[in-house]
């Protein structure tokens, strides 16, 4: 059965257990909700978060558990032998998983009976019923991979039951250990605060923990890339040249291009952002009236939500052929494309400008109007107290707009894709076609690649390298603007 119908019942069994903690604690004082230690909906709540909490936990940690458990042990009983060449266990794995999802929507659709599933035997017929249903296998189906999904199947079917199992019996055991404490003098109202403290640090401990779990599925990938490839070529070669086995030729896969043209098109961003999203805040925070703000800040901020697909499209069929209009073979003939460094940093810089500005308009609202008032009083314009007073106690927390909007740059992948081109090169030249690291990791995993070979590992060394430049420039911004925050607070 579904997931979603263990969810609905846990979800109901909390219902009745908020509607019978509340009338048990009420019962227990003689039916006057007066004499209650707590008000009586804490005592539902308290119920109700007894059977949610370990069950919706358990059920979690098993959702996440199981898939991986049952992963080691059915490519533990793959033999080495079986495997053919040219292919490496992660590969064979996929094909198992996907071909035990086709064997159960077969069996969901009625095309096969699941004693069928059970007894299917590797062959075209078992294939073309799989296209049927909408799964694709990277290569014929051979009989050990059948065998090992026919054993996936088994494992997560019995896995699927105990879950059930367990989930509502620890929903079961928290609805009677909860119901049964229940009574007027019960503090219900302490518990469930702490209950709810408990969630709250765990969802404020979600993005730490979300950050250090990139972090490790980037790790070893990229050890094995190391393994493979001299870390010394890769952060020091300048060539960037991938050749996949059976295309010719040694590949050199040095990160200097790229990050090159990851820095240098975020540079061209924010000089057509940091400007124009500056002066629009000072606009919007010393100048414009509360109807104007109220119009122009929304329509501003706009931008932030329009898709990076939508603005590489732009890029690409509108900006670039501008650009060689004005800067082409027919004119100055200084660009001969419309992809290029200064296409994607124009329109990428058009993407930051409410970044920049929602930032900075909020950091100079919050310079007090007590040294507004006191460069006024001294004789003052209002330009020379911005200049002179609001900017410079802004300044800290601009940098750190700043540097968010330089890292939130540096991470743009679509912009780059369709307005930047892919050629990977050290040049000065603003009007010449460079790709990014991003870019980069795109290409390298897209396509049917061989993910023992360095060319598709270098993809993870190059989040790892992005990773840990993005994290310091955040890292960086946020001490700032913490910095600045405490200065005024």
Request: glycine share 10%; hydrophobic share 50%.
């Amino acid at each position: 059965m579904p997931v979603y119908w263990l969810i609905l019942i846990v979800l109901g069994l909390a219902a009745i257990g908020y509607v019978a903690g509340r009338g048990r604690a009420i019962a227990s004082n003689g039916g006057d909700p007066r004499g209650l230690h707590s008000l009586p909906s804490f005592y539902g709540h308290n119920v109700a978060l007894s059977v949610m909490t370990p069950a919706f936990g358990l059920l979690i940690v098993w959702l996440i558990a199981q898939p991986i458990l049952i992963d080691l042990s059915v490519s533990a009983d793959i033999p080495d032998s079986a495997i053919a060449e040219g292919q490496n266990r992660s590969l064979v794995m996929s094909d198992v998983r996907r071909l035990a999802d086709g064997l159960d929507l077969m069996v969901q659709d009625g095309t096969i009976t699941e004693a069928d599933a059970q007894s299917a035997t590797a062959d075209g017929d078992l294939r073309d019923r799989l296209a049927d249903v909408g799964v694709a296998l990277g290569s014929d189906i051979q009989a050990y991979v059948l065998d090992a999904a026919q054993t996936y199947r088994g494992m997560a079917s019995t896995g699927s039951l105990f879950m059930w199992g367990a989930v509502l019996l620890a929903a079961i055991a928290g609805f009677g250990i909860s119901y049964a404490k229940t009574n007027k003098d019960f503090r219900a109202r302490n518990t469930v605060e702490q209950g709810i403290t408990v969630l709250l640090i765990g969802a404020a401990c979600i993005a730490i923990l979300t950050t250090i779990g990139i972090l490790f599925s980037l790790i070893a990938n990229t050890f094995e890339f190391f393994r493979l490839y001299n870390i010394t070529d890769f952060f020091f070669g300048t060539v960037w040249n991938p050749s996949f086995s059976g295309r010719g030729g040694a590949s050199e896969l040095g990160i200097l291009p790229l990050l090159w043209g990851t820095f240098y098109i975020s540079l061209v961003a924010l000089l057509v952002a940091v400007p124009i999203g500056l002066f629009a805040a000072i606009y919007l925070s010393e100048y414009a009236t509360p109807r104007v703000r109220s119009i122009a800040k929304p329509m501003l901020e706009v931008l932030a939500g329009i898709p990076t697909i939508v603005y590489g499209l732009f890029a690409l069929l509108t900006v670039g052929p501008f650009l060689v209009s004005v800067f082409g073979k027919d004119t100055v003939g200084w660009m001969s494309g419309g992809t290029a460094v200064i296409t994607a940093g124009l329109v990428m810089g058009v993407m930051l400008i409410p970044f920049v500005s929602s930032l900075s308009d909020d950091i100079i609202n919050a310079v007090p109007q007590a040294m507004r008032d006191g460069s006024y009083g001294l004789g003052a314009t209002q330009s020379e107290t911005i200049r002179q007073v609001v900017l410079p106690a802004a300044l800290p927390g601009i940098v750190g707009a700043i540097l968010l909007a330089a890292s939130r740059a540096i991470g743009e992948t679509m912009i780059v894709v369709l307005g930047a081109g892919a050629a990977a090169k050290l040049s000065l030249n603003p009007f010449e076609a460079m790709t990014t690291v991003t870019a980069k990791i795109v290409s390298q995993l897209t396509g049917d690649s061989d993910f023992a070979s360095p060319e598709a590992l270098v993809a993870f060394a190059l989040g790892t390298t992005l990773f840990v430049i993005t994290l310091g420039l955040n890292v960086f911004a946020l001490y700032i603007v913490r910095k600045y925050r405490e200065q005024y607070e």
